[in-house]
């Protein structure tokens, strides 16, 4: 079957929406406690409370929410090295 990856394609949209959701959320600041650390750009993540600068990765920070997309990440890529074989 020429088409098997459709179905692949689907579930990699879905824990890339995921993964969305986690880019864009709110994390705990380590310096103040509070969850106002936002991702302003690739890789930097800003509290917008007591306005310090974190290095983190590009979609994620490191924390609990983070390491499942972390994780996620490393499946889509995974199936992405697969589909190109
Ligand atoms: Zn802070």
């Given at each position: 079957m020429a088409n098997s990856g459709i179905r692949n394609g689907a579930g990699i949209r879905k824990q890339y929406m995921a993964v969305q959701k986690v880019k864009n959320a709110s994390y705990k600041c380590?310096?103040?406690?509070?969850?106002?650390?936002?991702?302003?750009?690739?890789g930097i993540w800003k509290c917008t409370h007591c306005d310090k600068i974190y290095s983190g990765g590009a979609y994620i920070m490191s924390t609990p929410p983070g390491e499942i997309s972390r994780k996620l990440i490393k499946e889509i890529e995974k199936k992405k090295i697969n589909e190109n074989k």
């Amino acid at each position: 079957m020429a088409n098997s990856g459709i179905r692949n394609g689907a579930g990699i949209r879905k824990q890339y929406m995921a993964v969305q959701k986690v880019k864009n959320a709110s994390y705990k600041c380590p310096s103040c406690g509070s969850v106002s650390v936002k991702r302003v750009n690739t890789g930097i993540w800003k509290c917008t409370h007591c306005d310090k600068i974190y290095s983190g990765g590009a979609y994620i920070m490191s924390t609990p929410p983070g390491e499942i997309s972390r994780k996620l990440i490393k499946e889509i890529e995974k199936k992405k090295i697969n589909e190109n074989k």
